[in-house]
T-cell receptor, first 110, second 114 residues
């Protein structure tokens, strides 16, 4: 079992709809969770961090964390073609390292 | 703007050559990381450094070495490049005093070993 798992996709969503991206992790001791967006050929960009159970909203993005079930999700409302990218989930490991999922490719169809 | 820069951005080299990738940052962060990214495998940690005197191996350090010349500079060397080191390489930084797990990335170096 991978330490951080994501569906590789591609996930295809119509423009204006809600995109839902999911991530599961194996280490129950993890406390910090991150979503990064990566455009093709570019570097990962931090878009959301979440540290407590529940929802955290930032503009069109909502991160959801459920530590009991060991999953974290990212919702993108009113999806735009510019949201088409690969979304990476990262979870903290001991000694301040991050463990990364392989990413979910999101395609927003106009 | 406070930033993370990497040089070169693209490099093609031959098997057996020594190559150095450089990373500089103006964010004032104390922690620096080197990752490689291969299609379908995600980001894998090569080395990380918490300060100039603290350097640690990541999960795939074989074939690589690093040097932390100053708080702002962290270099990655491939002593004798081989084709399976062809990948996209990223440098990242984080700040231990504020958000130690939030990492900020440079633009990357695309390395091809022929």
């Amino acid at each position: 079992q991978k330490e951080v798992e994501q569906n590789s996709g591609p996930l295809s969503v119509p423009e204006g709809a809600i995109a839902s991206l999911n991530c599961t992790y194996s280490d129950r001791g993890s406390q910090s969770f991150f979503w990064y967006r990566q455009y093709s050929g570019k570097s990962p960009e931090l878009i959301m961090s979440i540290y407590s159970n529940g929802d955290k909203e930032d503009g069109r993005f909502t991160a959801q964390l459920n530590k009991a079930s060991q999953y974290v999700s990212l919702l993108i409302r009113d999806s735009q073609p510019s949201d088409s990218a690969t979304y990476l989930c990262a979870v903290n490991k001991s000694n301040y390292q991050l463990i990364w999922g392989a990413g979910t490719k999101l395609i927003i169809k106009p | 703007d406070a930033d993370v820069t990497q040089t070169p951005r693209n490099r093609i080299t031959k098997t057996g050559k020594r190559i150095m990738l450089e990373c500089s940052q103006t964010k004032g962060h104390d922690r620096m990381y080197w990752y490689r990214q291969d299609p379908g495998l995600g980001l894998r940690l090569i080395y990380y450094s918490f300060d100039v005197k603290d350097i640690n191996k990541g999960e795939i350090s074989d074939g690589y070495s690093v040097s932390r010349q100053a708080q702002a500079k962290f270099s990655l060397s491939l002593e004798s490049a081989i084709p399976n080191q062809t990948a996209l390489y990223f440098c990242a930084t984080s700040d231990s005093l504020t958000t130690p797990y939030e990492q900020y990335f440079g633009p990357g170096t695309r390395l091809t070993v022929t």
